[in-house]
């Protein structure tokens, strides 16, 4: 029988699997507006350094008439 097979009497010893790999929380930030508002705060939040001009969605019609949305998808560790 090949030793690949044969079960590993170790296995209970050996990290979770789950354990190794970091939860992660998504976080998703939404800015509603007129276009021009909306691309004035993601500006600002970028001088602030809070996040880059590309990292947000590009502006989406929103639901009401002259109302665009956009939207910042963040991922953290969970505490």
Not at 6 to 29: G, K, L, T, W, Y
Not at 48 to 77: C, E, M, N, T, Y
Request: net charge positive.
């Amino acid at each position: 029988m090949s030793q690949e097979f044969v079960p590993d009497d170790n296995f209970s010893a050996r990290p979770n699997d789950d354990s190794a790999v970091c939860e992660q929380e998504v976080v998703r930030i939404a800015v509603v507006g007129s276009r021009a508002a909306v691309l004035e705060t993601i500006h600002t939040l970028y001088r602030l350094g809070f996040a880059a001009v590309g990292d947000w969605s590009p502006p989406q019609r929103g639901a009401k008439p002259g109302q665009v949305i956009s939207v910042l998808i963040r991922r953290s560790r969970k505490a």
